[in-house]
């Protein structure tokens, strides 16, 4: 069965396809920000005409723009990068306060194995951020009435309603160590997937206890309702590792897999 996304075994992509089933457009748009790369696959109602769905496009570019700028830790007028520099509070301005306490539950929930504070030069909230900010283009999407559409970045997505083939979503998520396996295919009509590690790369996450990068052969996916929660949760089941797996399943509906190195565990 052919997918319609693909996590792992190189960058996120959307495969293409040449119409919808339910007789509406399919669009496919691709951008980078800062900090990463992002692909959109909209279908549209039937009823929505290609300018509409153009601007709903550059609607939900805009949202992704906007938090890069606001809150990339790498723009040094960011909210982010100023806080930083102890150039503002973290309650100076309440966007920055709300993803300041966004992370502060996430260290929480994780037993501090998420830990926005203990970055290498401060606050860095890009575990969380960047899949924050695609639940807010997706938002301007359903806005917009689209209910079928995909937003993918790296190795995390979130998804709703039906593929253009008029199905639920079918990802693939291969294996970051061992390109000849069998990947896994979930299907989606609502919800969200975040990784860490499946792309292949290592010391990319940092141990917020000992302060040092993550060497192990492992990889984490989380499946649940949001992307961003579910993101910082991968994040923190990579550096836990086989501990992390006791977070799982929780009351929100968030489940784990853990891949060590070619032992998988899930909860």
Not at 35 to 51: D, H, K, N, Q, Y
Request: a neutral charge; glycine letters at 10%; charged letters at 20%.
């Amino acid at each position: 069965m052919r997918p319609d996304l693909r996590l792992g075994g190189g960058p996120a992509s959307t495969l293409a396809h040449p119409a919808a089933a339910n007789g509406g457009l399919v669009a496919h748009h691709t951008v980078q920000t800062s900090t990463a790369g992002f692909t959109l696959t909209l279908v549209s109602p039937a009823w929505m005409s290609r300018r509409t769905l153009a601007a709903t496009i550059a609607d939900a570019v805009a949202e992704l723009r906007a938090v890069d700028f606001a809150y990339s830790p790498i723009r040094e007028s960011s909210l982010v990068a100023r806080l930083r520099r102890g150039e503002v509070a973290p309650d100076a301005y309440a966007p920055l306060a709300d993803l300041v306490a966004r992370c502060d539950a996430m260290r929480a929930a994780t037993d501090g194995w998420f830990d926005a504070w203990s970055a290498p030069g401060g606050f860095d909230p890009s575990a969380l951020v960047k899949g924050w900010a695609m639940e807010r283009a997706a938002a301007r999407v359903r806005a917009a009435g689209i209910s079928d559409y995909a937003v993918a970045s790296g190795g995390d997505l979130t998804v709703r309603g039906n593929a253009p083939h008029g199905g639920p979503w079918r990802i693939a998520v291969h294996h970051p160590y061992e390109a000849r396996r069998k990947p896994v295919l979930l299907e989606l009509t609502a919800g969200a997937i975040g990784t860490s590690g499946v792309t292949g790369r290592r010391g990319h996450v940092v141990d917020p206890h000992r302060a040092t990068p993550v060497e192990e052969i492992r990889a984490a996916t989380v499946m649940g309702p949001d992307l961003a929660v579910a993101d910082a949760y991968a994040t923190a089941l990579y550096a836990a590792g086989e501990a992390g797996l006791s977070w799982f399943p929780t009351a929100e509906g968030y489940t784990g897999t853990l891949i060590l190195d070619a032992v998988a565990a899930r909860r």
